[in-house]
């Protein structure tokens, strides 16, 4: 098991930008892609966002493609989610969580293992 530990999250105005963190300890960070995932209550947890082991390959989903950055430091085991051009619509909970996979991306929730608490984001217009 991987714990992970998001950090970040915040009050922005609307075009603004946020850079979340996630914190990994436990098993080798490095064993895992990550993915960043976002949630509104009442509504399933969406796909932002997954990153290769290394970090030289992404998949975004389209809604934040051209504005959010997902990296990787494997020194630090820490991911990151650069969001920039923040919408009102970005508004939720960002979790980050472990992927094991190898061949095509995983973006649903059920192909993620380890979750964090997540880190709240409240965009205002």
């Known amino acids: 098991q991987v714990q992970l530990v998001e950090s970040g999250g915040g009050l922005v105005q609307a075009g603004g930008s946020l850079r979340l963190s996630c914190a990994a300890s436990?098993?080798?960070?490095?064993?895992?892609?990550m993915g960043w995932f976002r949630q509104v209550p009442g509504k399933e947890r969406e796909f932002v966002a997954v990153?290769?082991?290394?970090?030289?390959?992404?998949f975004y989903a389209d809604s934040v493609t051209g504005r959010f950055t997902i990296s990787r430091d494997n020194a630090k085991n820490t991911v990151y989610l650069q969001m920039n051009s923040l919408k009102p619509e970005d508004t939720a909970n960002y979790y980050c969580?472990?992927?094991?996979?190898?061949?095509?991306?995983?973006?649903?929730?059920?192909?993620?293992?380890?979750w964090g608490q997540g880190t709240q984001v409240t965009v205002s217009s």
């Open positions: 969580a472990t992927n094991a996979g190898w061949s095509a991306w995983n973006t649903g929730p059920a192909d993620f293992g380890s």
């Open positions: 990153i290769s082991r290394g970090g030289g390959s992404t």
């Open positions: 436990g098993r080798t960070f490095s064993d895992y892609r």
